[in-house]
């Protein structure tokens, strides 16, 4: 079975999710009882989900440029940063 490509614009399936996720239902249950202690904003959790999915990348290129990976995680990287 073939692989889906991410929409138009979008490095990546999980840059795409990231982008379009839906944050009301935590956004709403933060007006309640926040397990942040205090109301948070779509755009922060966006921004937060964007920040470890960056992070990940940063590990994956270092991984890249140490050693050999394996075939799935080579074509992963070559996808993600070429």
């Given at each position: 079975m073939?692989?889906?490509?991410p929409?138009?614009?979008?490095?990546?399936?999980?840059?795409?999710v990231?982008?379009?996720?839906?944050?009301?239902?935590?956004h709403?249950?933060s007006?309640?009882?926040?397990p942040w202690?205090?109301?948070?904003?779509?755009?922060e959790?966006?921004?937060?989900?964007?920040?470890e999915?960056?992070?990940?990348?940063?590990?994956?290129?270092?991984?890249w440029?140490?050693?050999?990976?394996?075939?799935?995680?080579?074509?992963?990287?070559?996808?993600?940063?070429?």
């Amino acid at each position: 079975m073939e692989r889906l490509k991410p929409p138009e614009g979008y490095r990546s399936w999980l840059h795409y999710v990231i982008t379009t996720m839906d944050c009301r239902t935590p956004h709403l249950d933060s007006c309640d009882e926040s397990p942040w202690g205090r109301i948070v904003q779509g755009y922060e959790m966006r921004h937060e989900a964007a920040t470890e999915l960056d992070e990940l990348e940063t590990v994956i290129r270092l991984l890249w440029t140490k050693q050999p990976l394996p075939d799935p995680q080579r074509k992963l990287c070559e996808k993600l940063f070429h």
